[in-house]
């Protein structure tokens, strides 16, 4: 039996007594540091000297002794996006540097800046659209850069601006150097929502930011092309997805998240493609929306999601 998936509630606009929280009045606060005695005392002290009430909180070490301590916060104060400078500044000062402390603040009225990249595959690109149209994906996705045309319509019929940079082996080069001065400084997360393209060493070390990249789980056991094919002749059980965050060895980056569905011999070519889509889109948007929400932490070459 496959165990259910995390079940995260990030609700910054739940209603109170007096009304809508305001989005300007939710922060959030990660920290990453070695675990030690006073870390928690030390935050929760923090933002009440600055009138901040935590309604989140999230924590993990990766050992009793000697671990590495991961904490996600999510707090009201009134006006927090404002204040980010001031809570940063002072954060720095008082605990960040005491605990030695990677730390970062954001606040809900900002919410990612997201360009997505795709081929020909619609299905991972409609997702991330349509669960954002509709409010469940909190991002601001600012363009879709595509090797085909294939899917312009798609994309510009929510209303987002799609460009179409073709890629050859002749071309990567000058294609790349485009997409980055495209993306460079103006989004805060890339997502390869079934983009075809290896992306090179120069591209994910030019374009500032995290890069998340989604592909079905047989790999490398079947790897290249027509692997639903492969995976029919083989017999499999299981078929699934991987989301992760994209380095220069290819598809060995961080994990996000991962699912699996049942099959059995009975399903076709065709299914294993349609159930396999199923599980790719959604493990894709989880992974996505964890991002967007500052849950997700990396050490080494793993993940924890708070």
């Given amino acids: 039996m496959v165990p259910d998936q995390p079940a995260f509630t990030d609700t910054p606009l739940a209603t109170t007594a007096t009304g809508l929280v305001r989005p300007h009045d939710i922060g959030r606060l990660t920290i990453q540091c070695a675990d030690q005695p006073g870390i928690v005392a030390a935050v929760a002290g923090f933002l009440a000297d600055h009138g ?13 002794e000697n671990g590495e301590f991961f904490q996600r916060t999510v707090f009201h104060c009134e006006d927090v996006a ?34 997505i990249m795709v081929s020909k595959y619609d299905h991972c690109l409609l997702e991330l659209l349509w669960r954002n149209k509709r409010g469940d994906l909190d991002m601001d996705i600012t363009l879709v850069i595509s090797n085909h045309e294939d899917l312009r319509a798609d994309a510009e019929s929510f209303g987002v601006p799609f460009v179409h940079i073709p890629v050859s082996s002749a071309t990567k080069a000058d294609a790349e150097a485009r997409q980055v001065e495209l993306l460079a400084g103006n989004v805060d997360l890339v997502v390869m929502a079934r983009y075809m393209q290896i992306l ?31 995976a029919k002749a083989r017999g499999v059980k299981l078929i699934g997805a991987t989301a992760h965050y994209a380095t220069a060895n290819l598809d060995e980056g961080p994990i996000i998240e991962q699912d699996v569905v049942r099959v059995s011999h009975r399903e076709s070519v065709g299914e294993l493609e349609r159930r396999g889509a199923e599980v790719e889109r959604s493990v894709l948007a989880r992974a996505v929306q964890w991002h967007c929400e500052d849950r997700v932490m990396t050490y080494g070459n793993s993940t924890t999601i708070l």
Avoid: W
């Avoid at 901040?52 to 009793?64: M, V």
């Avoid at 030019?206 to 490398?220: D, Q, R, T």
């Fill in 200 to 230: 090179s060493s120069d591209f994910l070390g030019a374009v500032g930011c995290p890069v998340i990249n989604i592909h079905h789980s047989f790999l490398p056991a079947f790897a290249g092309a027509g692997p639903y094919l492969k």
């Fill in 82 to 115: 404002d204040r980010l400078p001031e809570f940063d500044r002072d954060f720095a000062a008082q605990v960040g540097s005491r605990f030695g402390m990677t730390y970062t603040f954001t606040s809900v009225a900002s919410p990612k800046r997201v360009a």
């Fill in 52 to 64: 901040a009430n935590i309604t989140e909180l999230g924590q993990f070490s990766t050992d009793s």
